[in-house]
């Protein structure tokens, strides 16, 4: 199969040829539209001079840099959407841009809010997952009146100064997942259970609602325990699960809505067959991955990780390029992505 050439790029972007060659050699001022248009159609077809035309395109783009403030890097979910925020930077045609991936060890909200004052003195802005509190609230207020934009992606926040949310439709997992327990347990009086990973997660928090209101509505027979917190730990929520599973002998279903899969499927190993709740998590890595394919977790409900990097990378540079009194919150919304045994 022969490579796509400047004649085929020319066509997939809707172009003459004199415009591809504009662009490529910067033979005459093109349209930043018509440039983009390029640039995206050889990234479609694979276009052999992609990585110069990007460059092209980027040389009177103006510098920006990003931080990003993500939970542990130890959580394998954390460490692939760094890196997609990473290349979604560095990407961008819009921009020259720089990436500031921080994991933050100290989740406490006055750690948070001290590292997002700390960011904020060298970003153009800001990018965080955190839990929802004042001290956090106040950081973002003060970023926002210096014209610093903060965009919470995975988990909405409260502070009315910031500039937008990335993520998912946290009650609709909810009751996917609520429905997915509902159809996988038999029609019989028993207990599911919930763990998230704090409280004061509104994505967690609208996970539990909307998984609380399925059960109600739909299913009945299954009884929901008091929300267990794992403080995002694999090795508390290895303990917690076995001391729920050792104090309610009928809970069929576990639904891991925060941080502490791995302790969760740890767990697994070590109950007798017949005393393993029917497990659905959140998120595909590697180990969620292998937990599908021994059978430990059921399914899995995943962030598509790279649409939400592009997704809070173009909000930031939306942000940092309009008016300075640019008004309202930017939501974007993305679908879930869902993952069986059968279907990875």
């Given at each position: ?22 662009v ?19 990234e ?24 990003f403030?993500?939970q ?14 990473r290349?979604a ?21 006055g ?21 929802d ?68 997660y ?50 069929k ?14 767990a ?28 430990t ?48």
């Amino acid at each position: 199969m022969r490579r796509p050439n400047m004649t085929t790029l020319a066509k997939e972007a809707g172009v003459g040829l004199s415009t591809v060659d504009r662009v490529l050699n910067r033979r005459a001022d093109v349209r930043e539209e018509t440039a983009s248009r390029v640039l995206e159609a050889a990234e479609r077809i694979g276009f052999y001079a992609t990585p110069l035309l990007r460059q092209r395109l980027k040389t009177d783009a103006p510098q920006k840099t990003f931080a990003f403030l993500l939970q542990q890097k130890t959580t394998a979910f954390y460490e692939l959407l760094g890196t997609a925020l990473r290349e979604a930077v560095e990407s961008s045609p819009a921009i020259r841009g720089k990436a500031i991936v921080e994991f933050m060890d100290d989740l406490t909200p006055g750690a948070v809010a001290e590292t997002l004052r700390r960011v904020g003195r060298g970003a153009d802005g800001v990018a965080i997952v955190a839990a929802d509190h004042p001290n956090v609230t106040a950081a973002i207020d003060e970023l926002a009146a210096r014209h610093i934009p903060v965009i919470a992606m995975i988990s909405d926040l409260t502070a009315p100064s910031r500039a937008g949310y990335v993520g998912l439709d946290n009650r609709k997992v909810g009751r996917t997942a609520g429905w997915l327990l509902g159809n996988m347990i038999p029609a019989a009086p028993s207990s599911v259970a919930i763990f998230v990973g704090s409280h004061r997660y509104l994505c967690q928090e609208a996970c539990e609602i909307g998984f609380r209101a399925f059960l109600r509505e739909n299913a009945p027979h299954l009884h929901l325990l008091e929300p267990v917190a794992t403080f995002e730990s694999d090795q508390y929520a290895f303990e917690a699960i076995l001391d729920l599973v050792k104090r309610h002998e009928g809970v069929k279903g576990v639904y891991v809505a925060g941080g502490g899969i791995g302790g969760v499927m740890a767990a697994m190993k070590e109950l007798e067959a017949h005393k393993r709740p029917l497990v659905v998590g959140h998120d595909l890595t590697e180990a969620t991955n292998v937990g599908l394919f021994s059978g430990t977790l059921k399914a899995v409900l995943s962030h598509p990780i790279k649409e939400i990097a592009k997704e809070t990378v173009e909000i930031l540079i939306a942000r940092t390029s309009a008016a300075r009194d640019a008004p309202g919150i930017t939501h974007r919304i993305l679908p879930m992505q869902i993952f069986t045994p059968e279907s990875v």
